[in-house]
């Protein structure tokens, strides 16, 4: 039985939508979208339906009475748990998981061809794996890098040593299993090395030129920050039209805000950034055989207030063992763990407001396009920094 069948009563607008450049493509989409559902076992979980007009493709989502087990709420955080995925040591149900929560977004994932989709699932599997390995060693003041991979200039930032495989230097720079260390970086820095390192290894099969250019970026220039979000990432929902407190896709980069004024002042506590792993758990870069769950981590970031301290000079810093017992103590009492999730659970306030915003983001962030004709990944390709520049 076909999925994508014309339906009687208007379909969301979100789901999974495949937009194709002309009727024939169109016709591909929905051939090749159905198949790929099916084989990935949601053929009774979905429907769809043929686009047409000046976008023609594929459109598919999550049925009604599906979603209202699964994802009430466009809550997708108890999907695995609900179904008996076991995405922590099977790929294809990580990818079910991973499917299931875009077919139940309230916004569309939108692609060129299935073939695009099909790389969006696996960088999101691959980034999922990686973050579930990476640890490091706390440390707002201080970076560094496995010596035999990376070097560091201050105007090119930790770039892979020549010869070097990127992949590998990002495994042996995150993963301790891989280099047998802790490196010290930030949380926001270590998001950009899990997803490029995701972006790189499914490159080298659907794209390797882009493959090629971006290890040779990193032995030129590391791309970072600002730069490093408008090359590679695409953010959805907004401030305006946020997304559901608890919708996330495995794989999802995401930020889960300090909202507390005085506590946010400390240096690496002014929020979290994390990745949603899926079976309802986001990672955690100090002890990554702990994750969080969405409740952990909100009242986590909560008592960070309670763990604010002065030293001796009248430095601020954060006790992270007051921390630890609050998180606790609220964690054993439903009550209190109601209240703190009263508040903490709102849709974070606009940069620089502390008002009555709690720590969850309106957005989310995913991988751009990868595959040769439609990927709209831009790097920069800084020229290398000069001999004398280096010198000085």
């Keep these: 039985m076909r999925l994508l069948q014309q339906v009687t009563t208007p379909p969301p ?9 002309d009727s024939r493509q169109a016709n591909i989409a929905r051939q090749d979208l159905d198949r790929f559902l099916s084989e990935s076992g949601l053929h009774d979980a979905a429907t769809g339906a043929g686009l047409t007009g000046a976008s023609p493709g594929a459109h598919a989502w999550l049925r009604t009475a599906v979603a209202d087990v699964i994802a009430p709420g466009y809550d997708t955080t108890g999907i695995a748990q609900r179904l008996g995925l076991r995405t922590d040591v ?13 077919l139940a977004s309230p916004i569309a994932f939108t692609f060129p061809d299935v073939a695009e989709l099909k790389s969006a699932v696996r960088i999101r599997r691959y980034i999922v794996q990686a973050a579930r390995k990476t640890a490091l060693a706390f440390d707002t003041e201080h970076a560094e890098r496995p010596e035999d991979f990376w070097t560091y200039h201050e105007d090119s930032g930790f770039t892979v040593l020549p010869g070097r495989s990127l992949i590998e230097g990002l495994r042996r720079a995150t993963q301790p299993d891989a280099s047998g260390q802790l490196y010290a970086f930030s949380c926001y820095r270590a998001t950009e090395y899990v997803t490029v390192l995701g972006l790189a290894q499914e490159l080298q099969q659907a794209n390797p030129e882009l493959a090629r250019r971006l290890q040779r970026q990193w032995e030129t220039r590391a791309v970072m920050s600002g730069r490093f979000h408008d090359a590679f990432l695409h953010e959805y929902g907004s401030l305006d039209a946020p997304l559901p407190q608890r919708f996330y896709v495995p794989g ?12 946010s002042d400390v ?12 079976n309802g758990q986001f990672n955690n870069f100090w002890e990554h055989g702990s994750p969080y769950t969405w409740t952990s981590k909100c009242v986590e970031i909560f008592h960070w207030r309670h763990g604010l301290q002065k030293d001796a000079s009248g430095k601020l810093f954060m006790d992270e063992q007051i921390v630890h017992e609050r998180v606790q103590q609220t964690l054993a009492d439903a009550d209190a763990t109601a209240v703190i999730l009263e508040r903490m659970a709102r849709i974070r306030d606009p940069q620089g407001v502390y008002a009555e915003g709690g720590c969850i983001d309106a957005t989310r962030e995913r991988v751009r396009w990868v595959r040769p004709g439609h990927c709209d990944i ?7 920094p000069s001999p004398m520049s280096i010198a000085a």
């Design 378 to 384: 831009v790097l920069p390709e800084f020229p290398r």
């Design 13 to 21: 607008v979100g789901g999974i939508r495949i937009e194709s450049s």
């Design 267 to 278: 240096e690496g506590y002014e929020g979290s950034w994390v990745f949603y792993l899926g």
């Design 90 to 102: 099977d790929d294809g149900d990580l990818d079910r998981e991973i499917l299931l929560a875009m």
């Design 252 to 263: 999802d980069r995401l930020w889960f805000r300090n909202p507390d004024a005085a506590s």
